[in-house]
């Protein structure tokens, strides 16, 4: 029994890290298609779980009854998701888009063990609190797993100006393809989070400011797409753990 028990585990985790190697797949080579499926996964989750929200938080805000008022949630949840689909997409799409395919490839890594850090995380609380990995994941695994991206991020080399200069001189042509466009934005996030960090640095640590930077650098938005993929794989793998328990 602990032997199959032991087997049922470990099939289950293989199918994890294979649901998380097959979206960074996917991401890594058709950013177009991955935006789009998480357009569509922000807007089918979200619509559920920001109408939920909002249904149990109407009475905290109003002292009146929210039977009258439905078209005013749905409206509500409409646009909060649409916002946070399009952000999600967006940001989908200039994570996976450039031109640098040794990037991109560490990008996919990074991405994968941020999914998986993800997952795990909802897994424990699902199991050590019976929290939802929905509810939990959509509306507060964003940040920190934006984070934790964004930090991971700044380990990988930066460019100098001249080479900055040099690839929107010579290499952007006067309408750039969406992969050269993105490659030429990362090139200057980069650049952008060096500065702060260094003046951070002239305040405090080193290390201190390197987090800080991380934090404040548009590269958190992907926490948006990361927490979405650690949601949906959370899920699948806790049902699955149910069936087999």
Known sequence: MIILRFLMNLIIMAAELALIAAVAWLGYHYPLYFAILTVL?????????????????????????ISGHLFFLHFVAFIDTLVKALLAGMMALLTFSGTNQDRLFWIAIIF??????????????????????????????????????????????????????????????????????????FVLKQKFDALIESVLAAFMNADLAKILGALVSVNVLSGFVIALYAVMIAEFIRAAETKTS
Do not use: C, M
């Open 41 to 65: 996964i922000s807007l089918g989750l979200g619509l559920w779980l920001e109408f939920a929200r909002l249904k149990h938080e109407f009475p905290f805000y109003f002292d009146r009854p």
């Open 112 to 185: 994968s063990v941020t999914v998986f850090a993800g997952s795990s995380l909802l897994r424990r609380l699902s199991i050590s609190l019976n929290a939802r990995p929905s509810r939990w994941g959509y509306f507060r695994l964003a940040a920190p797993l934006g984070l934790l991206f964004s930090l991971a991020i700044s380990f990988l080399p930066r460019p100098s100006f001249a080479d900055i200069g040099y690839k929107v001189i010579f290499d952007l042509p006067k309408v750039p393809t969406v992969a050269q466009a993105s490659e030429v934005l």
